[in-house]
């Protein structure tokens, strides 16, 4: 069964910065397609950015674009979201997911229906 877990979600001031992880236990193939989403009270989960472990190719929500970083860590199936210059809007839970067909879409990232596991979430508050 694979697990997701995300940790360093928090609060911080506009501006600021936070590095998101997600780790991948019990994933037995060779390679991951894995996505960042988020989700705001009363609002839709919208998908952020996703990195494929095979190309290393990465795709970025317009929103996010030159302030957020996707990456992979030296662990296996461990996956980063480094957050810079961060707005109030940017205020939600952050979840990590896993794409079915193990890469990820430059076109149909975004779609929640293509991650088949996902993690419990982490907060994220930008705020003064």
């Known amino acids: 069964q694979v697990q997701l877990v995300e940790s360093g979600g928090g609060l911080v001031q506009p501006g600021g910065s936070l590095r998101l992880s997600c780790a991948a236990s019990?994933?037995?193939?060779?390679?991951?397609?894995i996505g960042w989403f988020r989700q705001a009270p009363g609002k839709e989960r919208e998908g952020v950015s996703c990195?494929?472990?095979?190309?290393?190719?990465?795709y970025y929500a317009e929103s996010v674009k030159g302030r957020f970083t996707i990456s992979r860590g030296n662990a296996k199936n461990t996956v980063y979201l480094q957050m810079n210059s961060l707005k109030p809007e940017d205020t939600a839970v952050y979840y990590c997911?896993?794409?079915?067909?193990?890469?990820?879409?430059?076109?149909?990232?975004?779609?929640?229906?293509?991650?088949?596991?996902w993690g419990q979430g982490t907060q994220v508050t930008v705020s003064s």
């Open positions: 997911a896993t794409d079915r067909y193990l890469y990820c879409s430059s076109y149909d990232f975004r779609n929640p229906g293509r991650y088949n596991y």
């Open positions: 990195i494929s472990s095979m190309d290393g190719s990465t």
């Open positions: 019990g994933y037995s193939y060779d390679h991951f397609g």
